[in-house]
């Protein structure tokens, strides 16, 4: 399953951030990361991974609990949504 994480970290926490994200410590956790965008604007960032359970989600965040708050949402291609939301309004 897709997931997007929106992960907000204070201002004086930035260089612990860039640190541990050039570190590679989410390797061996069990999720694919799909993309990864830094919000230059703000103290943000986007990642889109794959998970297979609530087991490795949880340990794709836990990581960085320290440091701020992640925001996880569950997330489908729009093609497909649309295809089943199509099969939905037919019942």
């Given at each position: 399953m897709?997931?997007?994480?929106i992960?907000?970290?204070?201002?004086?926490?930035?260089?612990?951030?860039?640190?541990?994200?050039?570190?590679?410590?989410?390797?061996?956790?069990?999720?694919?990361?799909?993309?990864?965008?830094f919000?230059?604007?703000?103290?943000?960032?986007?990642?889109?991974?794959?998970?297979?359970?609530?087991?490795?989600?949880?340990?794709?965040?836990?990581?960085?609990?320290?440091?701020?708050v992640?925001?996880?949402?569950?997330?489908?291609?729009?093609?497909?949504?649309?295809?089943?939301?199509?099969?939905?309004?037919k019942?």
């Amino acid at each position: 399953m897709l997931f997007m994480a929106i992960f907000n970290y204070s201002p004086e926490d930035r260089n612990l951030v860039i640190e541990r994200g050039m570190g590679g410590t989410d390797k061996d956790i069990g999720v694919k990361v799909k993309g990864e965008w830094f919000d230059i604007s703000g103290h943000r960032v986007f990642r889109l991974f794959e998970a297979d359970d609530e087991i490795h989600l949880a340990a794709s965040i836990y990581g960085w609990t320290d440091l701020g708050v992640a925001e996880i949402i569950p997330v489908m291609d729009t093609d497909k949504a649309l295809k089943l939301l199509k099969r939905t309004l037919k019942k």
